[in-house]
């Protein structure tokens, strides 16, 4: 059970150039989310999506996009990237019963630079 | 208005005494109270939570205590092992909220041998 799989784990990016992040899941969770951690920090929620179709912006979701066209991907863009987006992302996955009860499952994260 | 807060950045404890590790929040409406670990290089992963309905939850050796009066919320680990050492992150929700989570910016653990 892979659970919630990130590639690529790493990428160096120059200004203004774009690229997708990709996130998969296997198991059958309807919530989905992509965070950004900045050195120190914790984690902002840039996007979040209840279902596929449907996405919604959380705190930070300037320079990004979204989209969700099936359960299980839940891929993140960045265009024209900024130094400001150097930062490790993280897509995360929750069971949608019971609400805010629900923990989410985590990927490993991609660590992005852009020079 | 940073919601949840996590005032230690750091914690070094000796191997089998207990850590504690602290968290306050401003918003009352808040159902659920998680936290997660993390270790370097790898996504957080979920420890233990606890309903606002509740004051106390105890999983094995973590135990976390809720004062809502005071808004705070700690993370107790007994004994403290070496493995313990890792960021850990305390997280609050909403029921009607579509499972977000607000986190607190982490508090480095170091459990020495």
């Known amino acids: 059970n892979a659970g919630v799989t990130q590639t690529p784990k790493f990428r160096i990016l120059k200004i203004g150039q774009s690229m997708t992040l990709q996130c998969a899941q296997d198991?059958?969770?309807?919530?989905m989310y992509w965070y950004r951690q900045d050195p120190g920090m914790g984690l902002k929620l840039i996007y979040y999506s209840v279902g596929a179709g449907i996405t919604d912006k959380g705190e930070v979701p300037n320079g990004y996009n979204v989209s969700r066209s099936t359960t299980e991907d839940f891929p993140l863009r960045l265009e024209l990237a900024a130094p400001s987006q150097t930062s490790v992302y993280f897509c995360?996955?929750?069971?949608?019963?019971?609400?805010?009860?629900?923990?989410?499952?985590f990927g490993d994260g991609t660590r992005l630079s852009i020079l | 208005d940073q919601q949840v807060k996590q005032n230690s950045p750091s914690l070094s404890v000796q191997e089998g005494r207990i850590s504690i590790l602290n968290c306050d929040y401003t918003n009352s409406m808040f159902d659920y109270f998680l936290w997660y670990k993390k270790y370097p290089a790898e996504g957080p992963t979920f420890l233990i939570s606890i309903s606002s309905i509740k004051d106390k939850n105890e999983d094995g050796r973590f135990t976390v205590f809720l004062n809502k009066s005071a808004k705070h919320l700690s993370l107790h680990i007994v004994p403290s092992q070496p493995g313990d050492s890792a960021v850990y992150f305390c997280a609050a929700s909403r029921n009607t909220n579509a499972g977000k989570s607000t986190f607190g910016d982490g508090t480095t653990l170091t459990v020495k041998p």
């Open positions: 995360a996955s929750s069971y949608s019963g019971q609400g805010g009860s629900q923990p989410q499952h």
């Open positions: 198991m059958n969770h309807n919530y």
